[in-house]
């Protein structure tokens, strides 16, 4: 059918086989392309086109648990432990002064503690005119932030090295130091998140997030 | 082919290649009658000429590395020269070994390894990213012997390459009330941030290429979050795991950083899109003109989407006129505009204005500082001035 037939006219070979050929082509062109394209734009936009990728591995709850999870405000995922400022204030000189001063006034690292008077060193709040710079105490929302951050990043040079009670501790000496819980309260999974930081009213994370 | 028996001096020793040729002639060539000589043989990289001196500029600590906006020429920045910044460090991973983690309210908790997420359905668009504290060193302390590289160098326009987010989450299989992905970083703060679940399911993607090429270690090899037009802190580098939730997770790095201070002292943690913005990089610090004809040439971008019309002033705000903008003018990636401009040998003053598809303008300084309070530290889009004096010294404006 392709070479055609010298017996035929070359007239009728253009217009009929051609027409033919031509419809069969489409057809054969929409079955094999067109389905495939099909498809792999499906797979991208439905679960179920998506899940027959079939690939990667499933995880096991035990891996979950080593990769570390969410430390919520409202406490979960807190891990087990506790501590004081009166124990904190030892690992403190140890762990943290060198870095950010003693009794966290501020060093290479940031002030820890709220400024008396124009502060020295690292400003990370954002304070009105004519205040002084802000410290972690002006300007976390909650106390379980800075807990799920020291845990996981301090000190800075070997984060992640602290044990949870002296993290506990850590924490409550630093907000003993800005005049947020007593100096022999113990910290834990249960007290922590109750700790009432001042920038809590000031934020607005409730509000839709700009997309 | 074999000499005949006996002719000896027809019998190679080696037959020589066309590179030992090559070699050769290079080797041996006389300069003398014509003071030409063939250059180098082909190498497996190539490099810039030693007369060209490109540089990221590195912060005082090694955390902050700026593209210098105004040695470069077109849009895309090249692999190099692209910013960054981090918190500790760039930790070096290897591709080998590595997977990302989807888990959290997922019907499937899964480990995709990088050969997975390149098999999958991929995306390739061109994208700006921009550091939320861009510019505010010249907001704080402006001077005038400031460049484009110091003023805004914390934004790099590049083609990125990736899976995208919304295709790995219906892989797993996304819980009903989920809302929010933390996406956590391998460095060594475990750096991580929560994302709405809506821009995942958008255009964010989990890259793994930039510019025709693997990642580069300073961009997060071997995997991470591009979220196109948002502020760069939350498009997450040397992706660790992804965390489907029901809320946000309140991390250090949305409350305490990157979280933005209004007029009444509230303080808004998810403002993530990068506005509407444009700078003139050339006439600029630290360039000297001479009098007569040149092209002003600057980028304009806009995390909303594409730049509309970028307008350029020569007397200071007085008369405005549109500028060239070069195609492809796409959505949420740098756009570059040009204008061309005689130079009377007077005093005068340039600026750019962009404006965006959705109708936002870009402020003037006035304007944005009376929506900010004085402390603000992120998303300075305000238009930038320069001031050419008579002698043809150029001299950053805005605020000085």
């Known amino acids: 059918m392709l070479t ?81 400022a009166l124990q904190g204030e030892v690992v403190f000189a140890t762990r943290c002064a060198g870095c950010h001063g003693p009794s966290g006034v501020g060093a290479t690292g940031p002030r820890l503690v709220r400024a008396r008077s124009v502060a020295l060193g690292y400003r990370i709040g954002r304070p009105a005119p004519g205040e002084p710079p802000a410290t972690f105490a002006d300007f976390y929302p909650y106390a379980t932030t800075l807990f799920e951050y020291t845990r996981r990043a301090m000190p800075w040079n070997e984060p992640g090295s602290l044990g949870d009670d002296d993290v506990y501790a850590l924490v409550a000496y630093m907000l003993w130091l800005n005049g947020l819980v007593a100096r022999d309260a113990a910290l834990d999974a249960r007290s922590l998140p109750a700790v009432a930081m001042p920038a809590r009213t000031r934020f607005r994370e409730e509000d839709p997030p700009q997309l | 082919m074999r000499p005949k028996r006996g002719r000896w001096y027809l019998r190679p020793v080696r037959t020589p290649s066309r590179r030992d040729l090559l070699a050769a002639l290079a080797a041996t060539a006389a300069p003398a009658a014509t003071g030409r000589a063939p250059g180098e043989p082909a190498a497996n990289l190539s490099r810039r000429s030693s007369s060209v001196r490109l540089e990221r500029s590195v912060d005082a600590i090694g955390q902050d590395a700026y593209t210098p906006l105004q040695e470069l020429s077109g849009a895309i920045t090249p692999s190099d020269l692209h910013f960054s910044r981090n918190h500790f460090g760039t930790p070096r991973l290897d591709a080998e070994g590595y997977e990302l983690v989807v888990h959290g309210l997922v019907d499937r908790p899964t480990a995709f390894s990088l050969e997975d997420l390149k098999r999958m359905p991929s995306r390739c668009a061109t994208y700006f990213l921009e550091c939320a504290g861009n510019g505010a060193g010249a907001f704080h302390h402006p001077r005038p012997t400031m460049s484009p590289q110091y003023i805004d160098g914390a934004t790099s326009n590049s083609e990125w390459v990736g899976v995208p987010a919304a295709f790995v989450l219906r892989q797993v299989g996304v819980a009903s009330d989920a809302s929010w992905m933390l996406a956590e970083s ?193 998303h300075n889009n305000y238009i930038r001035a320069w001031r050419v004096a008579a002698d043809g010294r150029v001299a950053f404006a805005s605020g000085c």
């Open chain 2, 186 to 378: 391998h460095d060594a703060g475990r750096y991580a941030r929560s994302i709405p679940l809506a821009k995942a399911y958008d255009d964010a993607l989990f890259a793994y290429a930039q510019n025709g090429e693997p990642l580069r270690a300073e961009q997060g090899f071997p995997l991470r979050l591009v979220l196109p037009g948002w502020e760069g802190s939350a498009s997450i580098k040397w992706l660790r795991r992804v965390e489907l939730l029901s809320r946000p997770a309140m991390t250090r790095d949305e409350t305490a950083r990157y979280s933005d201070v209004a007029l009444d002292g509230a303080i808004h943690p998810f403002t993530f899109v990068m506005g509407v913005k444009s700078i003139i990089t050339t006439p600029s610090y630290p360039e000297v003109l001479l009098p007569g004809w040149r092209e002003i040439r600057g980028l304009a971008w806009s995390g909303h989407g594409r730049i509309a019309r970028v307008d350029v002033t020569t007397d200071g705000g007085a008369t405005w006129r549109a500028a060239e903008l070069d195609p492809p003018v796409l959505p949420k990636a740098h756009t570059r505009f040009r204008l061309a401009w005689s130079w009377s040998g007077e005093g005068a003053t340039l600026m750019s204005r962009a404006l965006d598809e959705r109708g936002n303008a870009q402020p003037t300084l006035e304007e944005f500082r009376a929506d900010r309070p004085a402390g603000n530290d992120y």
């Open chain 1, 4 to 84: 055609g037939s010298t017996s035929r006219t070359r007239t009728r070979f253009t217009s009929r086989t051609v027409f033919v050929l031509a419809v069969l082509g489409v057809a054969c062109g929409k079955r094999s392309t067109h389905g495939a394209a099909d498809e792999h734009v499906l797979a991208s936009l439905t679960d179920a086109g998506a899940t027959a990728y079939g690939l990667g591995r499933p995880v096991m709850p035990e891996e979950v648990r080593a990769l570390g999870s969410v430390i919520f405000p409202d406490g979960t995922g807190l891990p087990a432990g506790s501590g004081t």
